[in-house]
């Protein structure tokens, strides 16, 4: 039995490999900085970075080529705001990281050592084409949730690209309610922790002196400066208008504060605003209910109303599963490409889908320079696609991470080959493998 | 993932009934008084909340040169539909006459399916805004609690059914209690038109459904109060002392002897008598097994297991049993019983000759079922299996029509049903396709070239975003 067990683990988990020197030939070739796709495309893979990407590409002498055979290469996905990493079973309560609800820390939680690479939603996710992700943390006992991570899906044993590249903070209705009970709370308490924070840095002794009526603790306070001199963005989960515009003034008192929008429900009842502010945008697309009263005006053609408005907007899945249904990520996208052939509505040309779930998520959290896009001198990311990524059946056939090519078995092809036939044979189902 | 602790509850919450005019049962007022001491065998009314849904005005309709799938697995190319007077007329290929007087749309390009039909909604029940004074979908006070009829809950106002209909082209929907309970209460299946009241979107003839659930739910919900059920064991304990008790209860009633009036044993000898489906929520095989077991033991069907995220794993006893098996296209992970999930589900369990559904549990995944059904179709096609597109759509109207008991009037577009019916503009398994036109027996519900057939619920009159495309 435990032979079984270490036998089928060991079939689960691929042996980490180094990263190949590697040309994708012959492909529809999506670099995912909305340009359009480039017919007989050439990808160059080369310690683990990208070294060239398009048409006319030559291929150094010596490297293995995989002939994509003219169907689509693209980077890999990046999910904008998830989860991923951090939870096997939501329900599952030792299983679960995503909140830390009677921690006495908040904006100092750094979720890295949370992340599990082996999880099983870390391989589903992967083979569903997702790359990287923005890992943010929920809840925390405070206002602030805590730092987040961008990472890599992986099969090997570290999947922190970069580590506290976020810090994350809820607004309007989730907000009052860490807050003490309202909108005024959440501001000011927001404000107070910052101006305290702001003392500490200036003299680390004030936080001593303040003593058990210091607001945050000392881990909070070297995260918050790390927030207000801008080294950390600061995403903030956001739905109605107003607090839109709320949460935009706060650059007023706080310059420095690199603002990403989360959610941005209303976003385009004062889209305007947010393109003058320059403060990148993720929305969960498919929102187009009035889930809550600070979500009345949700509707699916917000994403296409805040790009028309010159927002730099990304699209991603967290409204939803956001831990295990990253794959979703291309189905939203390809959703906002339906709407420009719906008569009033609002999306995303094909180009502009495919962007706003690469190369603009890289963008919102500051590092288009490395992830996201097929340009040179970013990771080597790369998806072979059986068909349009956007479309519902497509799947990736080959995907490499920083030049690595990837695994894409996972537990559920595992159970699903078990059971292809449901009766049991001439032994029971459990020697099946 | 809010949404998913969410909908992690609902999918263990979720069991409705719906209206029951179908039984030939003679309808006498029981009024409030006790029926112990009648001396004749007493008639309940077995539909004292009658429909009152009508069906819009349409006009006689001709669409030609489109893609039809009929809904039960037939496909014609370049075809002409036609229905008037709220029924299916006929459908045939591009020869087909046009009758004088019929309004004629052309289908190039696009394609017309029976409407979809979702057999596991809790809109109006859980509706948006989700705020507590809207919570109605679990009667998480008992267990058992098949006395409550998920129709007493279900607010017409809900802007969900406007999205199902406007993105999703559902004509059809059961509205099922969560599930919280062993046994939630009944369902009510409606026509999704607006109305009202509940009885003006209340499905003609459907029978009533019954929601009872397996598994974590009604454990962890009656555990964490102290009381049974705690444990796998207890749920089937619970189950089956209920089911006793109705057995004799329904004796009585057979024999004719007088009873006390029983609100939640007259439900439970509905299902014994066969008027009344039982949905189960169920998502692990062992489970169900039991559950099949249960059901030969006390002479109940169940019409179909809601969330079978290990229907795979027994597609074969499900085809055996005629039991449908309502599935999510790849949700998963959310709690343990969706553990075993795998995207060939749906598939494995339509290769085995099983009943397949796409359901959804979701007023999002409400709006897009052909999406999930496109997916699961494309898991399957990948697994080297022989699946057509229309083939696949009896997964999101006959086959959900079948397990509601209303495959008789609609589902499908045969002759003489209920022209529920919905014009694609491109191939609905495309993720780039969204509905044009939407008719519910005839009426034009819908038209996405016309924002004056676009409904808004009283509640969003008058806010941000009236009337806009959603």
């Not at chain 1, 999947?159 to 810090?167: E, F, G, K, N, S």
């Not at chain 1, 000011?188 to 303040?210: C, D, G, I, K, V």
């Not at chain 1, 209910?289 to 028309?308: D, I």
């Not at chain 2, 539909?47 to 037939?74: K, N």
Request: glycine letters at 10%; proline letters at 6%; charged letters at 20%.
């Amino acid at each position: 039995m435990m032979r079984a067990l270490l036998l089928s683990a060991a079939a689960l988990i691929a042996a980490p490999v180094a990263a190949q020197d590697v040309a994708i030939t012959n492909a529809r070739l999506v670099i995912g900085d909305g340009s359009a796709p480039i017919e007989g495309g050439t990808v160059v893979v080369r310690g683990g970075k990208i070294v060239a990407a398009g048409a006319g590409v030559a291929v150094p002498a010596g490297i293995e080529r995989v002939d994509a055979g003219g169907h689509w290469v693209t980077p890999g996905i990046v999910a904008a705001f998830s989860r991923v990493g951090l939870v096997e079973v939501d329900a599952v309560q030792g299983s679960n990281d995503r909140s830390a609800r009677r921690s006495r820390f908040s904006a100092g939680i750094d979720i890295a050592p949370a992340l599990n690479p082996m999880g099983s939603p870390v391989a589903v996710n992967r083979a569903a084409g997702v790359t990287r992700a923005i890992v943010a943390p929920g809840d925390s006992s405070g206002l602030f949730a805590g730092q987040g991570a961008v990472v890599d899906l992986g099969d090997d044993n570290d999947m922190v690209t970069r580590p506290r590249a976020l810090q994350f903070i809820e607004f309007g209705e989730g907000g009052s309610s860490n807050a003490g009970g309202s909108r005024a709370a959440t501001f000011l308490m927001f404000r107070e922790q910052l101006l305290a924070a702001r003392s500490y840095a200036r003299n680390p002794a004030t936080l001593a002196e303040w003593g058990s009526d210091a607001l945050i603790q000392r881990a909070d306070a070297d995260a918050l400066v790390r927030v207000i001199n801008g080294t950390t963005p600061l995403f903030v989960r956001v739905d109605r208008a107003a607090d839109i515009l709320n949460v935009l003034k706060l650059k007023g008192e706080f310059p420095a504060l690199k603002l990403v929008l989360v959610g941005a429900t209303e976003g385009w009842l004062v889209a305007r605003e947010i393109a003058a502010a320059k403060v990148p945008v993720l929305v969960s697309p498919l929102s187009d209910l009035p889930a809550s009263f600070e979500r009345l005006g949700a509707t699916q053609s917000n994403a296409g109303r805040l790009e028309a408005a010159g927002v730099d907007v990304s699209v991603g899945v967290f409204d939803d599963d956001d831990a295990h249904k990253m794959g979703y990520t291309t189905q939203y996208a390809g959703n906002l490409v339906a709407l420009t052939k719906l008569p009033g509505a609002s999306g995303l040309s094909w180009d502009q889908a495919f962007a706003a779930i690469t190369s603009a998520p890289a963008r919102a959290v500051g590092m288009d320079g490395t992830i996201g896009s097929l340009r040179a001198g970013r990771v080597g990311d790369v998806v072979i696609w059986d068909n349009d990524p956007l479309e519902l059946g497509s799947r990736p056939t080959a995907v490499w991470i920083d030049g690595k090519r990837q695994s894409l078995v996972t537990r559920q092809d595992r159970l699903r080959d078990r059971y292809a036939t449901p009766q049991e044979g001439a032994l029971p189902k459990a020697y099946d493998r | 993932m809010i949404r998913g602790v969410k909908g992690s509850l609902l999918a263990a919450v979720s069991l409705a009934f719906a209206g029951c005019a179908a039984s030939g049962t003679s309808a006498q007022s029981a009024g409030d008084k006790p029926a112990a001491s009648a001396e004749k065998p007493v008639k309940f009314n077995k539909d004292p909340y009658p429909s009152t849904y009508h069906a819009y005005a349409g006009r006689p309709t001709a669409v030609r040169g489109v893609t039809i799938f009929d809904g039960e697995g037939g496909r014609i190319d370049n075809g002409v539909a036609l229905f008037a007077d709220g029924k299916v007329v006929s459908i045939g290929g591009p020869d087909t006459a046009i009758p004088a007087g019929y309004d004629v749309v052309d289908g190039t390009g696009k394609y017309l399916t029976p409407g979809v039909i979702d057999i596991h909604s809790h809109l109006g029940v859980y509706p948006s805004p989700s705020v507590d004074a809207h919570s109605d979908g679990n009667e998480a006070t008992s267990p058992t609690t098949p006395e409550v009829w998920a129709e007493h809950s279900v607010w017409p106002q809900d802007p969900g059914f406007s999205r199902a209909l406007a993105n999703g082209g559902v004509t059809s929907l059961q509205i099922l209690p969560g599930s919280a309970n062993l046994i939630g209460g009944r369902s009510v299946v409606l026509k999704n038109v607006p109305a009202r009241t509940v009885q003006g979107m209340k499905f003609p003839g459907a029978p009533y459904g019954m929601k009872m659930a397996c598994g974590e739910n009604p454990k962890r919900v009656y555990g964490s109060k102290g009381r049974m059920p705690s444990t796998r064991m207890g749920n089937f304990a619970v189950d089956r002392a209920t089911w006793a008790k109705a057995a004799a209860y329904k004796k009585k009633l057979d024999e004719g002897k007088p009873v006390d009036r029983d609100l939640a044993m007259e439900t439970l000898a509905g299902v014994l008598s066969g008027e009344i489906l039982v949905q189960n929520h169920c998502y692990r095989a062992d489970e169900m097994a039991q559950v099949i077991d249960m059901s030969h033991e006390f002479g109940y069907k169940v019409s179909a297991f809601h969330h079978a995220v290990e229907a795979y794993k027994i597609a074969d006893v499900l085809a055996k049993e005629g039991i449908c098996a309502a599935i999510w296209a790849d949700w998963w992970g959310f709690k343990m019983e969706a553990y075993d999930s795998v995207p060939e589900n749906i598939a494995l369990v339509y290769k085995a000759g099983a009943c397949t559904i796409v359901h959804s549990d979701d007023e999002n995944q409400i709006q897009r079922l052909n999406q999930e059904a496109a997916k699961g179709l494309a898991a399957g096609r990948r697994m080297g299996m022989q699946i057509s597109d229309e083939q696949a759509w009896t997964w999101l109207s006959y086959n959900p029509a079948k397990a509601l008991g209303i495959a008789d009037k609609t589902g499908s577009l045969k002759p003489g049903k209920m022209a529920d019916v919905v014009l694609w503009n491109g191939n609905p398994f495309s993720v780039y396709t969204r509905p044009e036109k939407v008719w519910i027996d005839g009426a034009l519900m819908f038209d996405a070239t016309d924002p004056k057939r676009r409904p808004v619920s009283d509640f969003e009159l008058g806010q941000p975003g009236e009337g806009d495309v959603k």
